[in-house]
């Protein structure tokens, strides 16, 4: 049977996700070198002069799994830049505060910095029953708030801690210290969880990810985070459908031009923009055109891009292409894509449409130049 046609298509999920995969490795790595360069450019501030390291490079071939080693890797070695930029600002932030502590006081203090977490020597080495001494309490009090990021909160209670007139004092704004640190890491592991969703949807330049990414960049709690979730994976669903169109619609231009017909270099722009799209045969008198809707189906058939009439030689044309699209389906299956026939008309139920090609080529290159120019068709 020939005539106009459709088909759906069911794309193998796995390669789209695979190169899904390559996709979103290779923009957290782009992303991951920008911040290494910059961190790098902080040490040598300190005089820690480090080169960045190198972007690893991931094959447009390459499996999921090489493409998340590749990362993971990449990652961990950003990861410890960025602790060593950390523990040296902590360490100058402690230098600061012990500035501001009497010398006697001050000597006693040793913070080691070989951890993420600060330690004193003065006030480890104190014993439960060892004489109340309110100056060296101070020796507490320093590591502590060199961990707080908020520089105006870490000023204020460093002030009251020189201004405290007992060690029972000092011991409460350890305490607070301490609480204000335990809600300090939980809102860090928070806004940790959400980076890492938006992370799953670098690779994606869409409104809906664009929409996604700001929900969860503002997300408070534990709600928000849901909800911005959910739009990340709404914005993932989405992108893959856009991707198995593009998919198909590449494939289909590359067996067509395999198969003799003639694809023009805007084919697969206008295809992906949803406009009809004409592959011209071996007859120039006529041509295959398609459509690739958004609800995943190839609508197809044979229109005549000469102005005179001839029934017979239509019929063969469509004839002839009937037997092109059973290839097409045959090698686009090799391709794990397969297209199963919805619909279809016999020749002559359906008169053949008519293009004239010259309209046609103008047509197209009217809408490539609007979309460039970014006005409306």
Same mark, same amino acid.
């Given at each position: 049977m020939s005539g106009p046609k459709g088909y759906a298509w069911e794309v193998a999920q796995e390669e789209l996700r695979r190169q899904a995969a390559v996709s979103n490795a290779r923009a957290r790595i782009a992303m991951l070198r920008d911040e290494a360069r910059a961190v790098c450019a902080a040490l040598a501030a300190w005089g820690d002069v480090r080169t960045a390291p190198e972007r690893p490079s991931i094959a447009a071939s390459a499996s999921s799994a090489d493409a998340g080693e590749a990362l993971a890797s990449f990652e +961990? &070695?950003? @990861?410890?830049?960025?602790?060593?930029? %950390?523990?040296? #600002?902590?360490?100058?932030?402690?230098?600061?505060?012990?500035?501001?502590? /009497?010398? &006697?006081?001050?000597g006693s203090i040793a913070l080691d910095w070989t951890s993420a977490k600060a330690e004193t020597t003065g006030a480890s080495q104190r014993t439960a029953g060892s004489a109340a001494d309110t100056t060296m309490e101070l020796a507490d009090v320093v590591p502590l708030l060199?961990?707080?990021?908020? #520089? &105006? $909160?870490? #000023?204020?209670?460093?002030?009251?801690?020189? +201004?405290? =007139? %007992?060690?029972?004092?000092?011991? !409460?704004?350890?305490?607070?210290?301490?609480?204000?640190l335990v809600q300090q890491r939980r809102v860090a592991a928070f806004r940790q969880r959400c980076a890492r969703v938006i992370e799953g949807i670098a690779d994606i330049a869409s409104p809906q990810a664009d929409a996604a990414r700001r929900m969860l960049h503002s997300a408070v709690d534990e709600s928000g985070l849901a909800e911005g979730a959910s739009?990340?994976?709404?914005?993932?669903? @989405?992108?893959?459908?856009?991707?198995?169109?593009?998919?198909?619609?590449?494939?289909?231009?590359?067996?067509?031009?395999? $198969? !003799?017909? =003639?694809?023009? #270099?805007?084919?697969?722009?206008? @295809?992906?923009?949803?406009d009809f799209v004409i592959a011209g045969t071996a007859d120039p008198r006529y041509g295959l055109q398609l459509r690739f809707t958004d609800r995943g189906q190839m609508l197809t058939n044979t229109v005549a891009l000469a102005e005179s009439a001839d029934p017979g030689a239509d019929r063969q044309a469509e004839e002839s292409e009937c037997e092109?699209? %059973?290839?097409l389906s045959r090698r686009l299956g090799e391709s794990r894509i397969e297209l199963v026939r919805t619909h279809a008309v016999a020749p002559g139920v359906v008169a053949m449409e008519r293009?004239?090609? /010259?309209? &046609?080529?103008?047509?197209?290159?009217?809408?490539?130049?609007?979309?460039?120019?970014?006005t409306i068709r």
């Open positions: +961990a &070695t950003v @990861a410890a830049l960025r602790d060593d930029l %950390g523990h040296r #600002e902590r360490a100058a932030v402690a230098a600061r505060l012990i500035s501001s502590i /009497p010398e &006697t006081v001050a060199s961990q707080v990021d908020d #520089e &105006t $909160l870490r #000023e204020r209670w460093m002030g009251n801690a020189l +201004a405290a =007139t %007992g060690s029972s004092a000092l011991a !409460g704004l350890c305490r607070e210290v301490r609480g204000h739009a990340a994976r709404r914005a993932r669903a @989405a992108w893959e459908r856009h991707a198995a169109r593009q998919h198909v619609i590449t494939q289909t231009a590359a067996v067509l031009a395999e $198969l !003799g017909h =003639t694809v023009d #270099e805007g084919f697969v722009v206008d @295809a992906l923009e949803g092109a699209l %059973g290839e293009r004239v090609r /010259p309209a &046609t080529t103008r047509e197209s290159e009217r809408r490539r130049r609007s979309r460039s120019e970014g």
